[in-house]
């Protein structure tokens, strides 16, 4: 049993939550002991005032909770590295992207419409109103798409509240899963969604044959924040809460059985960068589902942060968003995905150059492992980027800008040398132990 210590250690962080937590990580990938302790810390917020108020997810016939909430809403960098790591230079020239995600911020024009309204989407209208049972709902802009649906900033009408509203695709494909992210959502609505950093979901309705949700309107996602960044590394100060407060709302996730099976930066939100900087909140449970309901290779995770047991078919459970996190902390701290692979072959030819191949058992057992080993000599062994290529016609690519041996190595990039003689010794410590974590969440089982 690990104790993540690194995450305890509050007193550099510009986080303004008062947190102390004890993370135990055991078996595959952690698992969050359920001890975790978090203080509630009330903030005010521009226009309006958050206060910790119990919430539950309403349905068309119950009136939903009266709290405002906040109605805020608004290139690679090449680095230096002393190690002997292997930098991907061509790389640096490439925009940065992330794979199977969609990042759409526009403004709503007159006649704003989402695309492909023939798989299912509902063609919005700028200031269309949206109707339930209680409430009414200006659109206001168009936020975002995904396989799901879209996402849209509206105006609660009658007040001075401001929301997003996720309206799900009338599709078939989409229908039990959007049953499924309603159960959750209600569930979550028993308890408090701002002591465990989860977003707060007021109420579901239909409009149209078209199931909308609705949600407190944050800020900014923490993928969007990198961009405007630059993508520059965040230091440890700044990693450090963001991932705290995440383990916290995973923990309280394991606790109530649900895996979320999404965690990526696009889905953690900051809630105020200028007033709050680094206070997030997770959200999006389009892909959450109970642990007992996890069905082996089922397609989960967006690719850079998809966990081995995913990659290679094997039984999983909520320890996979621990993997997911790991690799966002990971990202955060370089500046660029630990393992951006192109395809799931490249992703596992990525993880198996830095922490090497998963156990012959662990192979043996995955439903997927054919697809990118082959069974030479009694033993698996990953299949060449020519062989997988004559065999799928998917052409193996190199998007790494840094090439690990082993993820120790990850310490020593960045570093500034010139630092004076005890902040360097602090920060090469500091480093030692948030390696020591990120081992421990991206663990290749071996049991």
């Known amino acids: 049993m690990f104790s993540g210590n690194w995450l305890c250690d509050q007193s550099d962080s510009n986080s303004n939550s008062n947190s102390n937590s004890n993370i135990y990580l055991q078996n595959k990938k952690t698992r969050l002991d359920n001890t975790m302790k978090r203080e509630n810390s009330s903030s005010t917020h521009t226009h309006v005032h958050h206060h910790h108020i ?22 690679n960098t090449t680095t230096n590295s002393n190690t002997n790591t292997n930098t991907n230079i061509n790389s640096n020239n490439k925009k940065r992207k992330h794979c199977e995600t969609i990042n759409v911020k526009a403004a709503a024009t007159t006649t704003t419409t989402s695309n492909n309204s023939n798989d299912g989407d509902y063609q919005l209208v700028q200031n269309e109103v949206l109707y339930s049972m209680t409430n009414s709902y200006e659109v206001l802009e168009y936020l975002g798409r995904g396989t799901f649906g879209q ?18 695709k009338n599709h078939p494909s989409y229908a039990r899963q959007g049953q499924i992210e309603v159960s959750i959502l209600s569930r979550l609505g028993q308890e408090n969604a701002d002591q465990y950093n989860l977003v707060r979901a007021y109420e579901v309705f239909t409009h149209k ?40 709302a995973l923990s ?39 642990v007992e309901k996890a069905i082996q290779s089922t397609y989960l995770q967006s690719r850079y942060y998809r966990a081995i047991e ?8 909520e320890s996979i ?23 799931e072959y490249d992703q596992i030819r990525y993880i198996s150059q830095t922490q090497g191949l998963p156990n012959q058992n662990i192979l043996e057992q995955g439903q997927k492992t054919s697809r990118f080993f082959q069974f030479i000599n009694y033993q698996w062994k990953l299949k060449t980027p020519e062989q997988y290529e004559r065999e799928t016609g998917i052409k193996s690519k190199e998007a790494r800008k840094f090439i690990f041996k082993n993820i120790d190595d990850i310490q020593h990039i960045h ?33």
């Not at 009136?63 to 906040?70: D, I, R």
């Not at 996402?151 to 799900?168: D, S, Y």
């Not at 993928?223 to 965040?234: C, I, S």
């Not at 995913?310 to 459970?317: A, D, K, S, Y």
């Open 310 to 317: 995913i990659l290679l078919g094997l039984p999983f459970n």
């Open 54 to 75: 119990h919430h539950h997810l309403v349905l068309d016939d119950q009136a939903p909770s009266n709290t405002n909430t906040n109605t805020n809403s608004n290139s």
């Open 209 to 248: 044959n078209h199931t909308c949700l609705v949600f407190e309107m944050l800020e900014q996602n923490l993928y969007d924040y990198l961009k405007q960044q630059k993508f520059a590394p965040l230091p440890l100060k700044s990693i450090r809460p963001i991932i705290q407060q995440v383990c916290v």
């Open 151 to 168: 996402v849209v900033k509206c105006w609660k009408k009658g007040t001075n509240e401001v929301v997003a509203i996720k309206i799900l």
């Open 252 to 290: 309280k996730l394991k606790e109530l059985g649900l895996i979320h099976a999404d965690t990526k930066p696009e889905n953690i939100m900051l809630l105020d960068p200028r007033r709050q900087p680094f206070k997030v909140k997770l959200i999006d449970f389009g892909s959450a589902s109970p």
């Open 415 to 447: 570093l500034k040398q010139d630092l004076p003689p005890n902040q360097l010794q602090a920060e090469k410590l500091d480093r030692i132990f948030f390696v020591d974590l990120l081992k421990k969440m991206i663990h290749l089982d071996q049991t």
């Open 321 to 343: 968003d621990m993997w997911s996190l790991g690799c966002v902390m990971a990202e955060l701290f370089l500046g660029w995905p630990l393992y951006p692979g192109s395809s």
